[in-house]
Each structure stands twice: as C-alpha cells, then as structure tokens.
C-alpha cells in the first residue's frame, strides 16, 4: 500500500539555524500539506500545495518559513533560522483531490536547543 | 470555542464496552474526518463524511453528521485495548485548511 514517507525522523539543530524536512507524498496525489504538532497539542495546520504553489497558509508559515516541490517527488519544508519554540513533530500530509482523505507521514521530529 | 473541539478530552472504558467522542465546530463545512494517533505516531485517516451525508460506517467505527448543530460523533463498538489512542476531528471548510481539534484521548483496559 503507498504511503508518504518524511525523512529525517528526528533531527537537532541548534537555534538560528536552517533546516530542512523531506518528504515524499503518495506518487499520483496532486495536494501536499505540513502540519505541526507541539508536544502533548493539537496537530496545527500550517500550509497546503497545489500545482507547485501555496493554497493557503496559517499565521504560523511566517517569513521563516517556505515549501517546494523540487522534483517529482519530494515535498520540503524549509525553517530559515529555528527558534527553541519550533521544536515539534511536523507532518507532511498528501490527498488525491481536493477534500479527500489526507494520507499522513510518520512525521520529523524536531528538537531546537 | 475553536473550530473542531472534541469532547471528553479523555475517555477509559473497559474492554468490549463501546467508545463515544463528540466533536463541535463553528463554520460551515464541505467534510469532516476522524483521525487517530497513537502516541508519538503519524494520524491514521478513519473516516470522512461529507457535508450532505448524516451516518457512515466503516468496519467497528460509526460516525454521524448533524449540520444543524455543526456536531459530529465517532462512535467505536466492542473496543478493544488496540484502540488505545488519540482521536482526533478535523474539518474542511472549502479551503485548503483542514483543522484539527485538540483530541479525545481514549484508553482501553484489557
């Protein structure tokens, strides 16, 4: 069965640093999304992906943040310069149309220090 | 209140009793899902019900729609320890958001 899988599964970094969270959707599904989930919180959405552009975004994909689709396959999240209040889990998320099931990947945790 | 709230915030039933969790939201919606995660795991899609369906099934897990009271309900029968985990609603409102609630956490006694 196809899945969306994210690598790494866990990454440090120290503050003020980028990172950059990988992910592959499911291969012939056409909207991509990133959510966060604090610690112990709810999942938050953060940006959906359409036809290699931004659908919609929260108030938390600030400035710092950015997505792309490099190739066929990859999904990215990118965070510019991590603060210690962006260590969360973050999940990637593909559909195959638009309000349909979301398939969700194990998720990147990320630890700032 | 928050789009997509649940409620309780944690339920423990016994082994073969069944599981209820509510879920509340303010705006109109084109779908509503049910996700679970257990702990520390990616969300797991349950089942999505649609704006102009009332009742879904699928396998041990019911799920209702009341549009006019923007309320939905996950109901698991015959539980099992298994379905120790968070539950979680999330709702689409015609955008490209989906929001979660904050999560029924359900505990199953063996």
């Known amino acids: 069965e196809p899945e969306v899988t994210q690598t790494p599964s866990h990454q440090v970094t120290q503050m003020g640093q980028e990172v950059i969270l990988r992910c592959v959707p499911i291969?012939?599904?056409?909207?991509f999304y990133w959510y966060r989930q604090i610690l112990g919180q709810k999942v938050e959405f953060l940006v959906s992906f359409y036809n290699n552009e931004i659908s919609e975004k929260s108030e938390i994909f600030d400035d710092q943040f950015s997505v792309e689709r490099p190739d066929g396959s990859n999904f990215t999240l990118k965070i510019r310069s991590t603060k210690l209040e962006d260590s969360a889990m973050y999940f990637c998320?593909?559909?195959?149309?638009?309000?349909?099931?979301?398939?969700f990947g194990p998720g990147t945790r990320l630890t700032v220090t | 209140s928050q789009q997509g709230e649940e409620d309780p915030q944690a339920l423990s039933i016994q082994e073969g009793e069944n599981a209820t969790m509510n879920c509340s939201y303010k705006?109109?919606?084109?779908?509503l899902q049910w996700y679970r995660q257990n702990s520390g795991r990616g969300l797991v899609h349950l089942i999505l019900i649609r704006s102009n369906e009332r009742e879904k099934h699928s396998g041990r897990l019911r799920v209702t729609l009341d549009t006019s009271k923007k309320s939905s309900s996950l109901l698991i029968t015959a539980s099992r320890a298994a379905d120790t985990a968070s539950y979680f609603c999330?709702?689409?409102?015609?955008?490209?958001?989906?929001?979660f609630g904050a999560g029924t956490r359900l505990f199953v006694k063996a």
């Open positions: 291969s012939n599904h056409l909207y």
């Open positions: 705006t109109s919606i084109n779908n």
């Open positions: 998320a593909s559909s195959g149309t638009h309000s349909n099931e979301q398939y």
């Open positions: 999330a709702t689409d409102t015609g955008g490209f958001k989906t929001i």
